[in-house]
């Protein structure tokens, strides 16, 4: 064994011995998820709103917050909410928190359930490049950053380019983020951009 490797820095040392840094993280991920809890509160209210245009089976499924520690090192709260996940077919609004970068809402329609809503995604351009909308431009289904190699403002897709990206991709995903400067105005920010995507959405499907 290289002891070297194993040995501490000063930083590391100061870290190592000092407990209040691991129970102040934990305090503000417990804020983080009340934060996600009121918005689940929210978006189960306007929900009931749209709940007759929603597919059945989205609307099925309850919400559910989940917890982890290592994206890309970091940890993290998801909520999926609605969420249905098949393999392939997928429908999901799924709100993030990622330590030291942002909260993020995401849009995430794959398979069937990106044909039924093509359309509205299709009339709903020039209103999220209005919003300043990312859309994701990565083979890679299930990564959340907002680097250049994942995500792209919808701005800079031409609506022609965009209408491809629908129809010949398997997955789309569009999303806003909210960096963590802004955690005081973040519920409302999050309500807002998630109030928008609903309202996008629910013109497609007949009322049952």
């Known amino acids: 064994?290289?002891?070297?490797?194993?040995?501490?820095?000063?930083?590391?040392?100061?870290?190592?011995t000092n407990a209040d840094w691991i129970l102040t993280k934990n305090g503000i991920m417990r804020k983080a998820w009340q934060?996600?809890?009121?918005?689940?509160?929210?978006?189960?209210?306007?929900?009931?709103?749209?709940?007759?245009?929603?597919?059945?089976?989205?609307?099925?499924?309850?919400?559910?917050?989940?917890k982890g520690e290592n994206y890309r090192g970091l940890p993290y709260l998801v909520l999926d909410h609605p969420r249905f996940f098949e393999k392939g077919n997928s429908f999901a609004i799924r709100t993030m928190f990622w330590w030291g970068h942002f909260f993020s809402i995401t849009l995430h329609l794959s398979g069937e359930?990106?044909?039924?809503?093509?359309?509205s995604l299709q009339k709903g351009y020039a209103q999220m490049v209005n919003n300043g909308?990312?859309?994701?431009?990565?083979?890679?289904?299930?990564?959340?950053?907002?680097?250049?190699?994942?995500?792209?403002?919808?701005?800079?897709?031409?609506?022609?380019?965009?209408?491809l990206q629908l129809q010949e991709?398997?997955?789309?995903?569009?999303?806003?983020?909210?960096?963590?400067?802004?955690?005081?105005?973040?519920h409302d920010l999050l309500a807002k951009y998630y109030s928008e995507l609903m309202e996008m959405l629910h013109h497609q499907l007949p009322r049952r």
């Open 113 to 119: 359930m990106k044909r039924i809503y093509t359309r």
């Open 133 to 163: 909308y990312f859309i994701s431009n990565n083979d890679a289904e299930w990564e959340h950053h907002f680097e250049s190699d994942n995500y792209c403002l919808l701005s800079k897709i031409s609506q022609q380019d965009y209408q």
């Open 1 to 16: 064994m290289n002891l070297a490797k194993i040995r501490l820095s000063p930083i590391e040392m100061d870290l190592v």
């Open 169 to 186: 991709r398997p997955f789309v995903k569009l999303a806003q983020k909210v960096t963590l400067d802004k955690w005081n105005d973040a």
């Open 35 to 66: 934060l996600l809890e009121g918005l689940q509160e929210y978006q189960q209210g306007l929900n009931m709103q749209y709940h007759q245009q929603l597919p059945a089976e989205v609307m099925r499924i309850p919400a559910k917050i989940s």
